[in-house]
């Protein structure tokens, strides 16, 4: 590719959008307040002496059920009120921890980059599951002090499966399903030059913190294919396994969904091959 071409896309891509997401509040069930209660939209009285309004889960934001359809989309959650790690939303968690990326994406990659890169089969083969739901036990209950090191798994299996299992289940997939369509469309471009034009476009269409954390990412895939002759891991490879961990799709019929596995693995695979040059 020519410099010209390159420099395209050297925009510095998640750092130049929204400064500032706009989050939704998450009003997950009525809620029963002990004592007086104001609502903190209408600033009115919340009657009754049960159910009497909601409560944001994420920020703590108390309201009348029918204020909670019109309260700006200005949640800043507290990590008072986000409990756990694993299956909350992304951008939710980033938030509550005042980080660019979740601190289980940046500890798991530092931990397997330390001890694990020449390890054969590295992200292919599974370790325990016992194992891996309890190092997601240990996020969920110490979060940044969760221990991940040697001395607890010696597996370095262990930790890559406690990643995939991070990305899966994510509520709203690292690929969202608003952007999934636009990515498989890219992947079925054969012009190598003009696919990479369109998934430049396509992840514009990524929220910030889902940008910056699939920028992190494949920037580690890449350091792993840098070791291909010692792990057997090539892009590829790596696109098979985290395509469909990365993307889900957004309720498409059996048959789509088996069709776009291997568009899936293609957008990873370009993802991480043009890694330098797409973030």
């Not at 307040?33 to 703590?60: S, T």
């Not at 399903?177 to 469309?185: G, K, V």
Request: glycine share 4%.
């Amino acid at each position: 590719m020519e410099v010209i071409s390159i420099s395209l896309y050297r925009s510095n891509l998640c750092t130049k959008w929204h400064l500032l997401l706009c989050l939704h509040h998450s009003f997950v069930c009525v809620h029963t307040f002990r004592g007086p209660h104001w609502c903190e939209y209408c600033a009115n009285f919340m009657w009754g002496l049960i159910a009497q309004g909601v409560k944001c889960a994420d920020c703590g934001l108390n309201v009348h059920k029918q204020c909670s359809k019109v309260v700006p989309n200005d949640c800043q959650p507290d990590l008072r009120h986000v409990k756990k790690v694993y299956s909350c939303d992304l951008t939710t968690l980033v938030k509550a921890h005042n980080t660019k990326r979740p601190m289980v994406v940046d500890m798991c990659i530092q931990e397997i980059e330390a001890r694990g890169l020449q390890s054969e089969g590295l992200y292919r083969i599974s370790g325990f599951s016992e194992l891996i739901e309890d190092v997601k036990l240990a996020f969920d209950r110490d979060g940044e002090k969760a221990d991940i090191s040697s001395s607890a798994y010696e597996d370095i299996n262990i930790i890559t499966g406690a990643l995939k299992l991070y990305f899966r289940e994510l509520p709203i997939p690292l690929i969202t399903y608003d952007a999934y369509p636009r990515f498989i469309e890219t992947a079925k471009i054969t012009d190598p030059e003009k696919r990479l034009e369109s998934l430049h476009e396509a992840l514009k269409l990524l929220p910030p913190a889902h940008c910056e954390t699939l920028r992190y990412l494949m920037a580690h895939l890449k350091r792993v294919t840098q070791y291909e002759k010692e792990n057997l891991m090539s892009s590829e490879n790596l696109g098979i396994v985290f395509g469909p961990t990365l993307m889900r799709a957004p309720e498409l019929d059996a048959m789509t969904a088996l069709n776009d596995i291997r568009y899936q693995r293609l957008v990873v695979e370009t993802l991480i091959t043009n890694e330098d040059v797409l973030f």
